[in-house]
């Protein structure tokens, strides 16, 4: 039971605070605004109502609203001086995304064992696919603690078209950098979101450090210095009691984990 949720990165704390207590176990649970029934996620897009098509499609939207923020998130928890952002194309129109995948897996591979001289999985990356107008896939890469890697070498590496390392003047810091690579995560809408339905939004290693949550209950207001809050704002979620939904109005707010010298 908790009616806080605070989750921490590297440079921000997001506080969540419930007015309805929340059950982790049992009959009370959270619920999405827009849950979608399990008869029409069963139903291809094309065989549902107008209705239907139209609920799902706010769902797939907001599931990748979410993911877009997680992916902040786990860029926050990580972000360093040696991060490198990299866009990688292929000169084959590969249309399939399962096919590029296996592809960006090889390459991880051959990263692994050239510069880090092992064929264990220590490349710590995400990244963000995105298909190009003529309708190959290409990737958005974010490489983390990566050491200085020659341009004709990841070419070399990559071996399946161009290779392109973006110098932002802007991405400087964790916050920038989630919010430049996650950005392509919200041209999924419409209908590339059905062709992407049930797929991963985004690629991560999975050694990457993820942020910490915690869920407590208490009626003690937190002790927050304003001048750190960098967003706030009041919405409502909905729980699920005896068998109907209700109301759980939330305050939110990220804060700095520390000023600005």
């Keep these: 039971m908790y009616n806080k949720k605070i989750l921490r990165t590297k440079e921000y704390t997001e506080v969540w605070e419930y007015s309805k207590l929340i059950l982790t176990k049992g009959e009370l649970v959270e619920k999405e605004v827009h849950e979608e029934k399990e008869l029409t996620k069963r139903k291809d897009f094309d065989e549902l109502t107008k209705e239907e098509q139209k609920i799902r499609l706010a769902s797939m939207k907001k ?11 786990i860029i926050d928890s990580n972000f360093d001086n040696r991060t490198s952002f990299l866009t990688l194309t292929t000169k084959e ?21 050239a510069v880090f001289n092992t064929k264990k999985s220590k490349l710590k990356y995400c990244g963000c696919l995105e298909k190009q107008k003529r ?13 200085y890697v020659p341009h004709k070498q990841l070419l070399e590496l990559w071996g399946l078209g161009a290779v392109r390392i973006n110098h932002l003047d ?34 991560r290693s999975r ?20 001048k750190l ?14 068998g109907k ?16 010298n």
């Design 207 to 226: 050694n990457l450090k993820i942020p910490v949550e915690e869920k407590l209950t208490s009626f003690k207001p937190f002790n927050i210095d304003e």
């Design 135 to 147: 309708g190959s896939y290409h990737i958005h890469l974010l490489m983390f603690d990566v050491p």
């Design 170 to 203: 802007n991405l400087d810091d964790s916050a920038n950098a989630g919010r430049y690579v996650s950005k392509y995560l919200e041209k999924g809408i419409g209908d590339s979101l059905l062709e992407t339905f049930s797929k991963d939004s985004y690629l």
């Design 229 to 242: 809050v960098v967003y706030e704002t009041d919405y409502v979620s909905k729980i699920y009691v005896g």
């Design 93 to 113: 129109n590969i249309k399939e995304r399962e096919k590029f995948i296996a592809l960006f897996k090889a390459f991880v591979k051959r990263f692994n064992y």
């Design 245 to 260: 939904f209700e109301e759980n109005p939330v305050h939110y707010r990220k804060i700095k984990n520390r000023e600005e």
């Design 63 to 73: 599931k990748r609203r979410e993911a877009k923020w997680r992916l902040q998130r």
